[in-house]
């Protein structure tokens, strides 16, 4: 893979675009996404379960964001447990909430750089 196509195509993820042509938005409204890129075909809902990866994805982000808030904040205030319990439970529910498009959109370019030549198209 090389870099350049690499970053093109985490940029366009990153903006909700299609992974192939980056015209087309992924999803439609919220979180209900496309079954296909409109302009150039790409499908985006290949397979039930495809979109496991994603949710690998987000716990990952999830996971990386409250524990290391944790323990910067623990090194920086030193506040009781209870209070960095009280802190970071809000933000384990509504972070995966407000990164679930882009971790979608990451799963997908994922794919897309390991098999760009998916002869997949919309139905």
Not at 7 to 32: H, K
Not at 38 to 45: D, I, K, Q, S, T
Request: charge should be positive.
């Amino acid at each position: 893979m090389e870099p350049r196509r690499t970053w093109r195509t985490v940029r366009r993820a990153l903006g909700l675009r299609c992974p192939r042509c980056g015209q087309a938005p992924i999803f439609v409204r919220g979180y209900q996404m496309r079954p296909g890129c409109p302009r150039c075909g790409l499908r985006f809902e290949r397979e039930p379960g495809y979109f496991v990866g994603a949710i690998y994805i987000n716990y990952g982000l999830t996971v990386l964001v409250v524990f290391g808030g944790y323990f910067l904040l623990d090194q920086a205030q030193a506040w009781p447990a209870g209070w960095q319990l009280a802190l970071w439970c809000p933000v384990v529910v509504l972070f995966p909430l407000a990164t679930f498009r882009h971790s979608k959109a990451l799963w997908l370019a994922l794919d897309f750089l390991v098999d760009p030549a998916d002869p997949r198209r919309t139905p």
